[in-house]
């Protein structure tokens, strides 16, 4: 999910500051809750950056940063000879104790991912794990009215996921109007959320040029079609306009505005979680 990837990322901005240890999962035994990749910062007082597990491992890798020394990798959980340390999940992980990082090598890690672009950052040795990679954060970009694009920007910015709104009714966007002002990246989500689908259109067309991973829109049936034979007629092929996932969420037919946000949010999030790099790598 996005708050994770929010602290993991926070955990490298971190780790940019003198006297800040990072910690990283390098390798995955059985089931766990966080990636491969994962990372915790602590600071020089004991306060950690990020979040690996339930609070007893960050704790003891604040006292594992606080002793300093080389860079080493230890296991926690299964195979581990912590044998009075145990993860609740079952399973064994690789940490990279790293008392003094790269500063340079996180800050540059850092700049590109403010540019909204990928980043790798290499782990030193004795780390099995080559390197880190990074994507940038989720964002949305929202178009619609009313109380469903209320909810939807709520939602999203309790969930700490940056959000766009672009209201009908808000005075920046005018019927038939590409919105070509904007940009979307393929780390960005557009919805469209309107009832009167007469707005879509133009938004959709601008959209369809877009590396957008995901395209969504509110509406039933008949709208869908009409949508679909509109953006034909515009000279979009079939497989571009397949693009556009409609009805939106993992709930197909929700008609509570809140319902709306929290179904769609949910499937944006999945979606987004796939394209990450270390999504499956180090699973067994």
């Known amino acids: 999910m996005s708050s994770s990837l929010a602290g ?4 490298l901005r971190a780790a940019c500051e003198p006297g800040v240890g990072l910690c990283t999962i390098t390798h995955i035994e059985g089931s ?26 960050e704790q003891e890798l604040a006292r594992e940063i606080a002793r300093g020394g080389d860079r080493r990798v230890l296991r926690y959980g299964a195979g581990s ?7 609740p999940c079952g399973g064994g992980l690789d940490i990279l104790i790293d008392p003094e990082p790269d500063r340079e090598a996180c800050r540059a890690v850092v700049a590109r991912l403010e540019e909204r672009e990928e980043a790798r950052l290499t782990l030193p040795s004795p780390s099995p794990l080559a390197e880190r990679r990074y994507v940038p954060e989720l964002r949305l970009v929202l178009f619609g009215e009313g109380p469903e694009l209320a909810a939807m920007t709520q939602v999203a910015q309790v969930a700490g996921i940056a959000a766009e709104a672009h209201g009908r009714d808000d005075g920046d966007m005018a019927l038939g109007q590409i919105p070509n002002h904007l940009s979307a990246d393929r780390w960005t989500a557009i919805v469209l959320l309107f009832h009167d689908h007469e707005w879509e259109r133009a938004i959709l067309e601008w959209a369809l040029t877009t590396p957008a991973f995901l395209i969504g829109a509110q509406g039933g049936a008949p709208a869908r079609l009409q949508r679909e034979a509109d953006l034909v007629a515009a000279g979009f092929a079939p497989e571009q306009v397949a693009r556009i996932a409609s009805p939106i969420g993992t ?4 008609r509570e505005p809140l319902g709306l946000a929290l179904s769609a949010l949910a499937d944006i999030a999945g979606a987004y979680e796939l394209r990450h790099p270390h999504h499956h790598a180090g699973e067994r």
């Open 8 to 11: 993991d990322h926070a955990a």
């Open 251 to 254: 709930v197909k037919h929700s």
């Open 32 to 57: 766990f809750s966080r990636r491969l990749g994962a990372q915790l910062a602590v600071h020089r007082d004991g306060q950690v950056t990020g979040s690996l597990a339930d609070g007893c491992l």
């Open 81 to 87: 000879p912590k044998i009075d340390f145990r993860l």
